[in-house]
Nanobody, 124 residues
Framework: QVQLVESGGGSVQAGGSLRLSCVTS????????MGWFRQVLGKEREGVAA????????YYADSVKGRFTISRDNAENTVYLQMNSLKPEDTAMYYC?????????????????WGQGTQVTVST
């Protein structure tokens, strides 16, 4: 059974920073595109960032470019999402996912495995 375990969410004031972590198995980590998505209650889940296996190409939503950075730690099978200059509109449940990037890294349907989510709340 594939498991993705997120951590690092919390509450922060606007302008602050948080770092999310997602740990998974070696097989899942090395063979899948790893993505971060977020969802606000009542809205669709949206892609935030992703990193491909092998080359490590990164992808970002326009809304987070220049503020968020996705990275990998190959030794720890962990993907990180460093979030800086946080805004109230970044408030959401953040999910780690494993799947494919070839068709569209931001497409929910491309990801087969999901973590349980970690809440990020940004206050003014």
């Amino acid at each position: 059974q594939v498991q993705l375990v997120e951590s690092g969410g919390g509450s922060v004031q606007a302008g602050g920073s948080l770092r999310l972590s997602c740990v998974t198995s070696r097989v899942t980590y090395s063979s899948n595109c790893m993505g971060w998505f977020r969802q606000v209650l009542g809205k669709e889940r949206e892609g935030v960032a992703a990193v491909s296996p092998g080359s490590g190409s990164t992808y970002y939503a326009d809304s987070v470019k220049g503020r968020f950075t996705i990275s990998r730690d190959n030794a720890e099978n962990t993907v990180y999402l460093q979030m800086n200059s946080l805004k109230p509109e970044d408030t959401a449940m953040y999910y780690c996912a494993a799947g494919g990037c070839s068709v569209g890294w931001h497409l929910v349907r491309e990801y087969n495995f999901w973590g349980q989510g970690t809440q990020v709340t940004v206050s003014t």
